[in-house]
């Protein structure tokens, strides 16, 4: 059964071994576990039966939530996984009245600016050298969350 649920620590080790096989290494596991323990974070994990095979980290300050990380184990990518996260994450957002969801992305990273714009997200800007190792600039999206009438 697949399902989307609240990371917790029983998820914190699989849940690092797809962000190290995803993303360029930039977070420490211990970095992972204060940004859980912060209390102002939506941090979802999906699950395929009790096998996390996608995370998505956020966090947030009054009605802006900041997507900070998302990530699908290799042998699931391209079926749904990452929609159903920022869903999830729209949802949560909504439920704590947060109006807005932004997030940075590498230039060069086409494949995920692909996947934040076909989930609604919409360009603001540049923020030069964002990124290190390699250095390079990050595109700001955004994505404005309707309030139910």
Not at 15 to 36: D, G, M, Q, R, T
Not at 46 to 55: R, T, Y
Request: glycine content about 4%; hydrophobic content about 35%; charged content about 30%.
């Amino acid at each position: 059964m697949l399902y989307i649920d609240k990371i917790n620590d029983t998820h914190i080790d699989e849940v690092y071994k797809i962000f190290n096989n995803s993303i360029s290494p930039s977070w420490s596991i211990e970095s992972i576990k204060a940004e859980l323990k912060s209390g102002k974070n939506i941090s979802l994990v999906c699950l395929l039966d009790s096998k996390p095979i996608g995370f998505l980290l956020s966090s947030y300050v009054l009605d802006e939530c900041d997507l900070t990380n998302i990530a699908v184990a290799e042998n699931y990518r391209s079926k749904g996984i990452g929609k159903m996260l920022v869903e999830a994450l729209k949802e949560r957002c909504k439920e704590k009245g947060i109006s807005s969801v932004t997030l940075e992305v590498r230039i060069s990273n086409k494949r995920a600016i692909s996947f934040y714009e076909a989930c609604g997200f919409e360009k603001l800007g540049l923020r030069k050298d964002f990124y290190q190792n390699p250095k390079e600039d990050a595109l700001i999206y955004k994505l404005t969350l309707k309030k139910e009438a």
